[in-house]
């Protein structure tokens, strides 16, 4: 017999060592005596942070599908690397294309690696279809330098939103920082004029932005990074978000938030394909409140660059800049705080 238990609040569901039901609040009526008759076996698995308890002998879950088009690394985490474990452990199934695969990221002294074409990536995309298996329910992007590539990504996503027009596009933009550009020239009116019109959720690093992206399309916009000065001082970031949310009245309703990010002195690679990953599934989980979501992002943002830190400054030694490798991302040691993030940031609500 198959049972599925769903606990309709924002409490969870634990196992102690002897597998035993306990919990203090079931908000959806459900009584802990009943739960166990319902289920009379011993339960494999509670996944914590959802809504929901998993048992992995008896119940089949509704998969959330990401498509995921970014780089590769074989060491350290960047790309793909950073953005298919952090959902993983949220519950998301993550089919990777990696648009190109690198011994390392390309700030180490050296690295060696391919680059996946436009028609190769094609290819790869033809053989999911041949066996209708693409259906998704979010495609996520990440860094790209070249056109007919990038291209291919928006015809891609146009495909899968025929198919799926609940299909969630999240596009992280990276195309330049501080007064420089990391991408050709020629890439920007394919991003202007393609891509961010087919975008949902979008995450740029530039406040200015903001407005003029909510009209070429997407609904979520997420300022990573600002110039605008801190209330808090010149060693905090300003980051902004806006949100427009469809109305039952057919009328949009907009939410738009502001962050104050603690400056962190090194250079980090991966962090941006982890921010756009944990907004994905933050906003999934809470679809229209970006308030929530984004304190639940940039908190997980927060745990994985201070462990991450910590332990480069333990590795270096005193009084030496860390590396390129002792600044990888600690990942797997934060797999508890990117499933249930204690809140370290809070977002305030901006009324215009």
């Known amino acids: 017999m198959s049972v599925s238990v769903w606990v309709l609040c924002p409490s969870v569901l634990w196992l102690d060592s002897d597998f035993t039901l306990t919990e203090n609040t079931l908000d959806c009526g459900l009584g802990i005596a009943a739960l166990r008759a319902a289920l009379n076996t011993k339960p494999a698995f509670v996944l914590r942070g959802l809504c929901s308890v998993f048992y992995s002998n008896f119940m089949h879950e509704m998969e959330c599908r990401v498509l995921s088009i970014q780089s590769h690394v074989v060491r350290g985490y960047v790309g793909n690397k950073s953005a298919s474990f952090p959902l993983q452990v949220l519950g998301f199934e993550v089919d990777s294309i990696n648009s190109v695969q690198f011994s390392n990221h390309t700030g180490y002294s050296h690295w060696k690696g391919q680059v996946l ?6 290819v790869l995309y033809e053989g999911i279809k041949l066996n209708n298996v693409h259906h998704y329910d979010y495609v996520l992007t990440g860094y790209t330098r070249d056109t007919s590539f990038l291209e291919m990504v928006v015809d ?3 495909e899968l939103k025929r198919a799926n027009p609940n299909l969630v596009y999240v596009c992280d933009p990276v ?3 501080h007064g420089s550009m990391y991408v050709p020239e020629n890439l920007h009116p394919v991003y202007k004029n393609k891509v961010v019109p ?3 959720i979008i995450t740029p690093n530039q406040f200015e932005v ?3 992206l909510h009209k070429m399309g997407p609904d ?14 010149d060693r905090f970031l300003v980051s902004l978000g806006s949100q427009r949310t469809l109305m039952p009245d057919g009328t949009k309703s907009t939410q738009r938030v502001r962050m104050e990010i603690p400056k962190v002195d090194a250079v980090f690679v991966g962090t941006g394909d982890l921010f756009a990953a944990m907004l994905l599934a933050w906003t999934h989980h809470y679809p229209n409140d970006l308030k929530t979501a984004c304190e639940k992002t940039f908190s997980v943002m927060h745990h994985v660059i201070k462990r991450t830190i910590s332990y480069a400054h333990e590795l270096a030694g005193p009084g030496r800049k860390p590396s390129p490798p002792q600044l990888e991302l600690r990942m797997v040691q934060s797999k508890a705080d990117i499933e249930d993030p ?11």
Do not use: K, N
């Open 210 to 212: 903001m407005d003029l």
């Open 342 to 352: 204690a809140i370290v940031m809070e977002a305030t609500v901006l009324t215009l």
């Open 156 to 158: 891609i996503v146009q």
């Open 175 to 177: 195309l330049g920082d």
């Open 220 to 233: 979520t916009v997420v300022i990573t990074s600002s110039d605008l000065p801190s209330r808090l001082g």
């Open 117 to 122: 074409t436009a028609d190769e990536l094609h």
């Open 198 to 200: 087919v975008a949902d």
